[in-house]
Structures are given as structure tokens and as C-alpha cells.
């Protein structure tokens, strides 16, 4: 069940669960994130195979490459946890019965807190220590990409993964349901 399928009662429950619904709408812009840096890294090594032939080479190439990755993979920290396409214990919350799933679930919002606290209090550290330049990522200024840029993604989405899991803790305390993926990869 995502956002989109259960209604709310009252004006709290309407005030969360329009949150949740942006929450949810978020995770789909982060996943469209996601699959524009597999798109741009698809092309780049495209490119790369189709110039090598002609004794060509773009040395900036590898490393937006290896910056997209890095980009992808944060981007995806937010939507996979949205979007409910982490690995998930239902299978043993479910033999626990009904106090099992709101305690794991709970369990879940409360460790994701503990993790994305952690990140998000060395982020002053972690960007005052990144120093210099991705090597061979070029801007179209003709400057490199400064080092910073490359963990902007992972504490935006540390950020909203923070804010999603104190919204699923607020949804249990006024009583609505958990969003639930109807694909589980590993089912």
C-alpha cells in the first residue's frame, strides 16, 4: 500500500499523510536522479568504445563516470528507503504477529534515525576536510569539480530519510497504516 492508496481522517492525519504523499513523490524525482547518472554513465562508456577505434580518448570521461556513480549510489540512499525497495524483514516480523510489525517498523525508523544522525553531524567535518578537486572532471568553466560536491547527495538524502522515518513514527502514533511495497526484489 503507498500513499496514494488509503485515505486519513482528521486534520492530523490529512497534514501527514499529504506529507508522506510528497515524501513518496520525492522518492520518485531521487529515483529519476538515479536513472539520469546510469544514463549519462551509459553514454560516456558508450562513447569511449565508439572513439577508441579511431585512436581517440576523452581522459574526463573516467571521471565523471566514477563521480555519476558515486552520485547514483546516494541518490539512491533516499529513494530506495522511500520507496520501500530496501531489504526488509517482514518475513520474520510477520510470524510475530501484529506487535512484531509495528515493533520492527519502529525498529526500522529508529535505527535509520540513529545512522542518518551520524551522517548528518560529521557533515560540517566531512566538508570541511574535503579539499581540492575530483581529478579530470571537468566543468564547462574549464575548472574541476570540487571534492564537496561529490557527498552533497549522500546528506541530502541522509536528510530525507531522517525526515521520512520521523513521519512514519508520526503516522503509527495517529494510527495509519505503513506504506508497503507491493515488489519485494527478493521475493
Avoid at 485515505?7 to 520525492?26: E, M, P, Y
Avoid at 510489525?101 to 540513529?114: D, W
Avoid at 553531524?121 to 579530470?136: C, N, Q
Wanted: hydrophobic letters at 55%.
Amino acid at each position: 500500500m503507498t500513499p496514494h492508496e488509503y485515505q486519513s481522517n482528521g486534520a492530523l492525519q490529512r497534514a501527514i499523510h499529504r506529507a508522506d504523499k510528497i515524501g513518496w513523490s520525492l522518492g520518485g524525482a531521487f529515483i529519476f536522479l538515479c536513472n539520469l547518472c546510469m544514463l549519462m554513465m551509459f553514454l560516456l562508456t558508450a562513447i569511449t568504445f565508439l572513439i577508441r577505434p579511431f585512436d581517440l580518448s576523452a581522459y574526463w570521461i573516467w571521471p565523471w563516470t566514477m563521480v555519476l556513480f558515486v552520485w547514483l549510489s546516494f541518490f539512491g540512499f533516499f529513494a530506495m528507503y522511500v520507496r520501500l525497495k530496501d531489504v526488509r524483514m517482514d518475513l520474520v516480523a510477520e510470524k510475530l504477529g501484529p506487535m512484531g510489525m509495528q515493533a520492527t517498523r519502529l525498529l526500522t525508523n529508529l535505527v535509520a534515525l540513529a545512522i542518518c544522525g551520524v551522517l548528518l553531524k560529521v557533515f560540517p567535518t566531512v566538508m570541511a576536510t574535503s579539499s581540492g578537486f575530483v581529478d579530470g572532471a571537468i566543468l564547462p568553466n574549464g575548472h574541476e569539480l570540487p571534492r564537496q560536491f561529490l557527498s552533497i547527495p549522500l546528506f541530502i538524502s541522509a536528510a530525507l530519510i531522517s525526515v521520512s522515518a520521523l513521519l512514519d513514527i508520526a503516522k503509527m502514533l495517529v494510527g495509519l497504516p505503513e506504506n508497503v511495497s507491493m515488489h519485494h526484489p527478493e521475493a
